[in-house]
């Protein structure tokens, strides 16, 4: 399978307790996007990274989360000292953006996301 | 800032008849659109997109979409529905140059046979 995979796919946790979500995109690209969504809701953005540089944050990323793409590949998001507000789909995606010459904007590909579950 | 409104929350259509899932969108600027569908326990699939060029834009699986600048709105359209059709189907928005995509709450499409 060639496409984005997320790990893992579940995770319940206890309040107050720390999470890591890993996300493997797809491998020629450079884009690796973080978003989150909730029941009955579209995908909010959180975080987006060009090869290793975190280039953008959206207000919801608060300084509990953090993510990180260390060596243009794969990536980790991880929530620091949980609350129940956190329970939701953790959504990750990718895309190959050309950025020299004529730039191109290419759809974003996701991968089946990660239920959180914070009791 | 970006925002997507997707005003019906589920759209009924019979099996073999047309299926149109509503759209509009604010931003500034010129827009990127794009159409998901996210099937149960499964992640968002991509169906097409507008960048620029040609209002109507084909996909896969028989959808189409035409984009509409006056009345800022992405429509989707299938001139048959298929009961594998029914899912939940998002539209989102981004505008030049930037890299958020902004989602509607979705729409929940059931083809009923």
């Known amino acids: 399978d060639t496409g984005v995979s997320q790990d893992p796919r579940h995770k319940i946790t206890k309040r107050g307790q720390n999470v890591t979500f890993r996300c493997d995109p797809i491998s020629e690209h450079n884009r690796l996007y973080w978003y989150r969504q909730t029941l009955g809701q579209g995908p909010e953005f959180l975080t987006y990274?060009?090869?290793?540089?975190?280039?953008?944050k959206s207000r919801l990323l608060s300084d509990r989360f953090s993510a990180e793409r260390p060596k243009g590949s794969f990536s980790t998001l991880e929530i620091q000292r949980t609350e129940q507000g956190d329970s939701a789909m953790y959504l990750c995606?990718?895309?190959?953006?050309?950025?020299?010459?004529?730039?191109?904007?290419?759809?974003?590909?996701f991968g089946p996301g990660t239920r959180l579950t914070v009791l | 800032a970006q925002s997507v409104a997707q005003p019906e929350d589920q759209v009924n259509v019979a099996e073999g008849n047309p299926l149109t899932v509503k759209c509009t969108y604010s931003?500034?600027?010129?827009?990127?659109l794009f159409w998901y569908v996210q099937y149960p326990n499964r992640g968002l699939q991509f169906l097409l997109k507008y960048i620029t060029g040609d209002n109507l834009v084909k996909g896969s699986y028989g959808f189409e979409a035409e984009f509409n600048k006056s009345q800022t709105s992405f429509h989707l359209k299938k001139p048959s529905a298929l009961v594998s059709d029914s899912a939940l189907y998002f539209c989102?928005?981004?505008?030049?140059?930037?890299?958020?995509?902004?989602f509607g709450k979705g729409n929940q499409v059931v083809v009923i046979p």
């Open positions: 931003v500034s600027g010129n827009p990127y």
């Open positions: 989102a928005v981004t505008p030049w140059g930037n890299n958020r995509l902004a």
């Open positions: 995606a990718s895309s190959f953006t050309k950025t020299s010459g004529r730039a191109t904007y290419n759809e974003q590909f």
């Open positions: 990274f060009q090869n290793e540089a975190q280039l953008e």
